[in-house]
């Protein structure tokens, strides 16, 4: 149903103090934040407001959490789809969801457009094609392009598509007007690791005074989620010894159970 596709809502509690390190990214994103703040200011010289912009990195980095935040900064509402929901979709469907999703961000502008996961709509055209399904991919993605065309440059509605896999990419998608922007999102450094952790243990009742330096030098190698649920894994557990707070103990099972588990992860993958 339409409900489960698009995740509409004036995301205004979404803002850049959410989105910890990624300063670059930021920096980035706050260009499109003006443009959809005061479209006026920049089309009235004759300049035109680019349309999409696709951030490009590994899972869990920060990318729809980046583009939330980037409507809620604008204060415009966000509109969402992820390119996994349409493999095995009924012929035409797909391509009359992208439709739909682009006329009610239109009546609703300015506003964001959020495609997660957009190679799974946008592979390269002719290619890996082992699945048969390919035909209907191709529908939605030749809908994608048209109606990223179709729209002015005063429809004020920005695209942003995330991916980890910009390589395999149909190179149409990167066309002028289209995304010709590309924003990197990478995993974070030491330095974020701990500006992250500040952020995810704001809503958490901790017992003493955390090292978070040190928080950073046990997680190398685990991104933004990984952190998130480092934070949240932290507090079950001290929940399930009936503690008052979280402790620095506490931490560090969490950090051991979330490096087992991305090492069965990675065990599966390769
Ligand atoms: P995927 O490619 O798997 O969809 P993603 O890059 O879109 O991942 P998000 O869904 O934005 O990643 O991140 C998941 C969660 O991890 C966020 O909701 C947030 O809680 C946390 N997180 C990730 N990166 C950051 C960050 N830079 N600062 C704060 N929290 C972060």
């Not at 415009?76 to 012929?91: A, I, R, W």
Request: with cysteine; aromatic share 6%.
């Amino acid at each position: 149903s339409k409900a489960k596709l698009f995740d509409e809502k004036t995301d205004t509690r979404t803002s850049f103090k959410d989105v910890a390190g990624l300063e670059g990214a930021k920096e980035e994103v706050e260009e499109i934040v003006e443009f959809l703040r005061n479209p006026d200011k920049y089309t009235s010289l004759g300049g035109k407001i680019p349309k999409g912009a696709l951030l490009v990195g590994p899972p869990g980095t920060g990318k729809t959490l980046l583009a939330k935040a980037v409507a809620g900064e604008a204060k415009v509402p966000f509109f969402s789809l992820s390119g996994s929901d349409f493999v095995e979709m009924f012929v035409g469907v797909g391509a009359s969801r992208v439709r739909d999703l682009f006329k009610q961000a239109k009546d609703k502008s300015p506003a964001i457009i959020f495609i997660d996961e957009i190679d799974a709509i946008g592979r390269a055209r002719g290619k890996n094609n082992f699945t048969g399904s390919n035909d209907e991919r191709e529908n939605t993605l030749n809908q994608l392009l048209t109606e990223m065309d179709g729209f002015g440059t005063n429809t004020n509605v920005i695209v942003l598509a995330a991916t980890n896999r910009a390589d395999v990419l149909d190179k149409a998608l990167m066309r002028a007007g289209r995304f010709d922007r590309q924003i990197y999102v990478d995993l974070p450094d030491i330095r974020e690791r701990k500006e992250i952790f500040e952020v995810h243990l704001r809503p958490i009742k901790t017992a003493e005074t955390l090292d978070l330096d040190f928080l950073a030098r046990q997680t190398p190698g685990f991104s933004g989620a990984d952190i998130a649920n480092v934070c949240n894994e932290a507090a079950l557990i001290a929940a399930r010894k009936e503690q008052k707070a979280v402790s620095r103990q506490d931490f560090l099972d969490a950090v051991d159970r979330i490096v087992g588990g991305l090492e069965k992860k990675n065990k599966i993958i390769t």
